[in-house]
C-alpha cells in the first residue's frame, strides 16, 4: 500500500510472510452519522485474488459494519465492488456490481453517507445502493455504535476472484493499492472521549445530515440507483433464493 495519510490514522502491516500478509489503516477518531470519503486507486494489472477494503465498523461481537470490498481480478477482466452491512454482529447482506469505469486507472471516490434515514453507497457520488432505515417493521438499523474508519489489502484467493478459481499470482506481487484526499463530516468522537455518542450525536438539528430537507435520496439519486441496478448489479443477496430460505424482511418493499 502507499499512503498519504496523516494524524488521524495507524497503520497494521504484516510482511513478515508474504502469502499471509495484508495491510491496512484504522483511525483514531470514531464516527457515528455523516459522510466519510476516500479516494483510491485499485491494483493494477493482475490482481486476482487480492481484496482492497475500505470500510467502517465499530467494536465487538455486535458490531455494525459498511464495508466496500473491491475483488480484484485477472489483467483486463473486471473488478467486483461488493458491499455489505453488518448490525449488531450480523452481515450476510451482499450486493455485488461492476463499475462503470476501470477503477485501476484513476482515483475515485467511495462514499458513505449515513444518517437516521438511510446509508448510502456511493461511488463518484453515484448512489449504488441504499439501505433504508425499517425500524418501524421490525428491523435493526445500525445507530447506536460509533465506527471507526478502515482500508486494508489482502489475499483472499479462496474466494473473491471468479468464485475463487482464480488465484494470486505472487510473482505479480508486491500489489499496490493508493488512498488518498479523505474526506470526513461527520460526528466524531476522539479516542479518549468519554461522551455518549449517542447524545453527542443525536441532539437533532445539529448536523447537516440530520436536517429535513436533506434527502439522501432525490429524484436525481433515485434515477442514478435504477441506472446503477439495471446496467451494473451482478449480485443481490435479496434475490438469492437458494441461500435464504426465505426473503430476508427488510428486502420486502
Ligand atoms: C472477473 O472476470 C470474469 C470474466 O470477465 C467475470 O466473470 C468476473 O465477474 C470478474 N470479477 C471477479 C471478481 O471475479
Known sequence: MHFTLKGNFIFLCNFFNVRISGCGFESRKKYLFGKASAQIKLVQGDSAGTVTAYYMSSEGSNHDELDFEFLGNASGEPYIVQTNLYINGTGNREQRHYLWFDPTLDFHTYSFFWNRRSILFLVDDIPIREFENKEKKGIPYPKTQVMGIHGSLWNADDWATQGGRVKTNWS??????????????????????????????????????????????????????????DNFLVYDYCQDIERFSEVPKECKK
Request: aromatic share 12%; glycine share 4%; with cysteine.
Open 172 to 229: 505479480n506481487a508486491p500489489f499496490v493499492v493508493k488512498f488518498q484526499s479523505f474526506e470526513i463530516d461527520a460526528c466524531e468522537l476522539l479516542p479518549d472521549e468519554k461522551d455518549d455518542p449517542v447524545v453527542k450525536c443525536g441532539k437533532s438539528g445539529q448536523f447537516w445530515w440530520d436536517k429535513p430537507v436533506v434527502k439522501q435520496v432525490n429524484k436525481q439519486r433515485r434515477t442514478q440507483l435504477k441506472w446503477v441496478r
